[in-house]
């Protein structure tokens, strides 16, 4: 009882909304991806926008800083770089006084310099440092900085400030034609391109959720349109019931798998209607098959109770009886055979047989029974051959279609047992001279209990179910058989068994 409470309990969610699940799951992780993917692009977009920002501010800069009489000049290009007003109208007052930038100049402008944030340095030749805004002042950068540019290389790389503000630089060399006379640094704080990044990383996680949402719905919706055929197949195939096989479910127009299902249901629907079918028409048969004998016995042992008899009338209503029990056993023990291989308990023994010789000891054994009936039962040609097989299981299979031949061969007839070899496989041949087979009678040749000479088969003291059973051998040993048939000139049944 616990453990059917666990299995309800822990029943796992209909297909619908596995999918949902499914596909919510494939969602987030594409949305997540594209988000990473996303915000790594956008942020090496912004660093990059950001690097040649600086670039482009170092170059303003530098086009308006020159070198006259060994000093460095600063001209105005306040309108250029508007975003720098700060420094340059700092640099506009070393213009305007034609003369060296002092570190007292530079304490006057702090104020202003500190406020706009604006991160400027200027180096002569030696590495001195001759002009630099107040927010420079928060910063530490490395030696290699300066010592980059002064070699002819620009340098470009991020400082953290001494409030923890990082700040992106960007070096690069002053050159009076080709003749290097200082450095510039040019820095922008990197809060901004962090604001943004924060506003993108929280408009994508509270977007993400909804979107994440709303394709659940859809997905959901999708998903209970996707199956309403099947619900209409399954609701279908509920109603179909035994006695109703001969209904088939609908098959959707899409060539799609649903179509497929339908299609492979019918299909099994339709196995199923022929297999009960032949198993009604089984137990009819098998039924009459089993009335026959009792009903003979029956009526001679009234005949012989009813009236009193001599000693000799007895012992041949004995004889008789015996014979209709004999037939009646052989009946059962076919019918036990039927069952046991539908079931699957049947064991084959799975030897060297050598198929040539079982055919020689059919022969030999069967010889007096058609010479009985004035027949002619005879070897023909007999090569070796070798198979797998179970040897008790296969002469039954050879004397079973030896016994049909002899029944329905007239007196006077001939029939041929050969084995022959073809490639890789194992050919053996029971020919009659009989009355052959009409195409009809070929078609259902190898059905459980059909005759085609009812009348002379059941005199003979057939039931039906030799070649059935002969045919069931026979595919139970991977091989197959065939009958070729001319009505009124003889039949020729054809195995076909694997060689080793």
């Given amino acids: 009882m ?51 920002t600086l670039q ?68 002569d030749a030696s590495g001195k440092v001759v002009y630099s805004t107040s927010a420079f002042a928060a910063l530490k950068p490395p030696g290699v900085s300066v010592m980059n540019p002064l070699h002819n290389k620009p340098w470009r790389g991020t400082v953290t400030g001494t409030d923890g ?52 719905v859809v997905c959901y919706w999708l998903a209970g349109r996707a199956f309403r055929p099947i619900h209409r197949l399954a609701y279908t195939a509920r109603e179909i019931e035994a006695t109703d096989l001969h209904r088939r479910v609908p098959v959707p127009r899409a060539r799609d798998e649903v179509r497929e299902l339908a299609t492979i249901f019918n299909q099994m629907v339709e196995r199923l209607e022929h297999s009960f079918a032949q198993q009604r028409r089984f137990v009819a048969d098998a039924s009459h098959e089993l009335r026959t004998p009792v009903a003979v016995i029956r009526s001679m042992t009234d005949v012989a109770l009813s009236q009193p008899s001599e000693v000799e009338e007895y012992v041949a209503v004995l004889q008789e009886v015996n014979a209709e029990a004999e037939r009646l056993s052989q009946l059962i023990n076919s019918l036990l055979t039927f069952a046991r291989a539908d079931e699957s308990q049947v064991h084959f023994d799975e030897d060297e047989v050598r198929l040539d010789l079982l055919a ?54 001939r029939i041929t047992l050969s084995v022959q070899t073809y490639k890789e496989q194992a050919c053996l041949s029971v020919s009659d001279t009989g009355i052959g087979i009409t195409p009809q009678d070929k078609e ?47 039949s020729t049944f054809t195995v076909n068994l694997p060689l080793i």
């Fill in 444 to 490: 259902h040749i190898f059905e459980r209990f059909y005759r085609a000479d009812p009348a002379r088969s059941r005199a003979a003291g057939g039931s039906g179910l030799g070649l059935a059973i002969a045919d069931w051998i026979i595919r139970a040993h991977h091989g197959s058989i065939a009958v070729e048939s001319q009505p009124g000139k003889g």
């Fill in 165 to 216: 503000q990082e700040i992106r630089l960007y070096s690069t060399m002053l050159l009076d034609r080709t003749q290097l006379f200082g450095v510039v640094q040019v820095g922008q704080s990197l809060s901004d391109l962090k604001n943004r990044l924060q506003d993108i990383t929280l408009a994508l996680v509270l977007i993400t959720p909804i979107i994440l949402l709303f394709s659940a």
């Fill in 56 to 123: 482009m501010r170092s170059q303003q800069i530098a086009e308006g800083i020159t070198k006259r009489n060994g000093q460095i000049v600063v001209e105005d290009i306040v309108h250029e770089l508007p975003e720098l007003n700060a420094t340059a109208a700092l640099i506009d007052s070393f213009d305007s006084d034609a003369s060296d930038v002092s570190a007292d100049t530079i304490n006057q402008s702090q104020g202003t310099a500190y406020q706009s944030s604006t991160f400027v340095r200027i180096f």
């Fill in 360 to 413: 020689a000891d059919v022969v030999e054994s069967m010889k007096p029974l058609a010479e009985e009936r004035q027949l002619t039962l005879c070897a023909g040609i007999l090569q070796e051959a070798t198979i797998i097989g179970d040897a008790a299981r296969l002469i039954q299979v050879i004397m079973s279609l030896v016994d049909n031949a002899i029944a329905y061969t007239n007196p006077g007839g």
């Fill in 2 to 52: 616990k453990n059917l409470k666990k299995s309800v309990m822990f029943a796992p969610p209909g297909i619908r909304t596995q999918l949902t699940i499914w596909y919510t799951g494939v969602s987030a992780l594409l949305l997540l991806l594209f988000g990473v993917a996303f915000y790594s692009s956008l942020q090496t977009l912004l660093s990059t926008s950001l690097d040649m």
